[in-house]
């Protein structure tokens, strides 16, 4: 079973799930952020995230030990889907919106 798979609404939200290769699923976002965010590597430490999108990166870095997450995104309407599917399960991230 993948991650996201028990955090679908993440990937459910996303519009690249709609797009041509590379797609986003649970499947492809697991395996992303499994490479990109080993337990060894954020455990304990504070995560930036730039171009943040939905916040799935900070969802699965918090639930792997991180302290703390903030993303930076550019699109309001990104900003607040992420602060309402963050807020669900976590109180130690931030998300700003960049001008």
């Known amino acids: 079973m993948n991650f996201f798979d028990n955090h679908k609404q993440f990937i459910d939200c996303d ?7 590379p797609q986003v699923n649970c499947e492809t976002m697991s395996k992303r952020c499994k490479a990109t965010l080993p337990t060894w590597l954020i ?3 504070s995560i930036l995230d730039l171009g943040s999108c939905f916040g799935a990166y900070g969802h699965y870095a918090l639930l792997h030990g991180a302290k703390h997450y903030t993303g930076v995104e550019l699109q309001k309407q990104f900003v607040d889907k992420s ?10 991230f931030t998300i700003k919106q960049q001008d």
């Open 83 to 92: 602060i309402e599917l963050l807020a669900q399960h976590h109180t130690n």
């Open 43 to 45: 455990e304990g430490k």
């Open 15 to 21: 519009p690249r799930k709609d797009r041509g290769m």
